[in-house]
T-cell receptor, first 113, second 111 residues
Framework: DTEVTQTPKHLVMGMTNKKSLKCEQH?????MYWYKQKAKKPPELMFV???????INESVPSRFSPECPNSSLLNLHLHALQPEDSALYLC????????????FGQGTRLTVV | DQQVKQNSPSLSVQEGRISILNCDYT??????FLWYKKYPAEGPTFLIS?????DKNEDGRFTVFLNKSAKHLSLHIVPSQPGDSAVYFC??????????FGTGTRLKVLA
């Protein structure tokens, strides 16, 4: 099983809303990631969790708040987003070692109105 | 500052022929490279990887070649199939947990 499951697949939210994106994997991976992808651009790293602790924050605005409640789950809490935050949000996981492949979920298409 | 570059934004190939996708990187310290395939509105799917101790890695129809002196890698798909039509990203881990992606090449395999 090499599946990373993200919910919801699509989300439309207003600029004053609070919402959460969810990601789950059961591969025993202890590294989990959030990426953001805009149209016709490569995925850009936002956050990395290693053994449930935040290890990398790529200077992401505080309106994005990650959470890793256990080794299988990763959340991204959203609050007071801007229309320019509309994008495909991708979750990924990997073994907690360097030089290994990461497996990606199918993404959440977020639209901020 | 794009550390991983794919200079061909698009490529069209006839079914059954070879597809060659290219990727250049800037940092000679990068030592692990991956190729991902992506369909619209889906996440990237891992295809194949290569470590800098090798210059070639093969998996079925997919072969990745690494030229460290030129800081260049390529993905060969033989034979190409219509289902291979997608955007292909090369990536590196840059020796950290950061996966850095190239700009992508859209491959279209013509039936």
């Amino acid at each position: 099983d090499t599946e990373v499951t993200q919910t919801p697949k699509h989300l439309v939210m207003g600029m004053t809303n609070k919402k959460s994106l969810k990601c789950e994997q059961h591969m025993g991976h202890r590294a989990m990631y959030w990426y953001k992808q805009k149209a016709k651009k490569p995925p850009e790293l936002m956050f990395v969790y290693s053994y449930e602790k935040l290890s990398i924050n790529e200077s992401v605005p505080s309106r994005f708040s990650p959470e890793c409640p256990n080794s299988s789950l990763l959340n991204l809490h959203l609050h007071a987003l801007q229309p320019e935050d509309s994008a495909l949000y991708l979750c990924a996981s990997s073994r907690p070692i360097l030089n290994t492949e990461a497996f990606f979920g199918q993404g959440t298409r977020l639209t901020v109105v | 500052d794009q550390q991983v570059k794919q200079n061909s934004p698009s490529l069209s190939v006839q079914e059954g022929r070879i597809s060659i996708l290219n990727c250049d990187y800037t940092n000679s310290m990068f030592d692990y490279f991956l190729w991902y395939k992506k369909y619209p509105a889906e996440g990237p799917t891992f295809l194949i990887s290569i470590s800098s101790i090798k210059d070639k890695n093969e998996d079925g129809r997919f072969t990745v070649f690494l030229n460290k002196s030129a800081k260049h890698l390529s993905l060969h798909i033989v034979p190409s199939q219509p289902g291979d039509s997608a955007v292909y990203f090369c990536a590196t881990t840059s020796g950290t947990y950061k996966y850095i992606f190239g700009t992508g090449t859209r491959l279209k395999v013509l039936a």
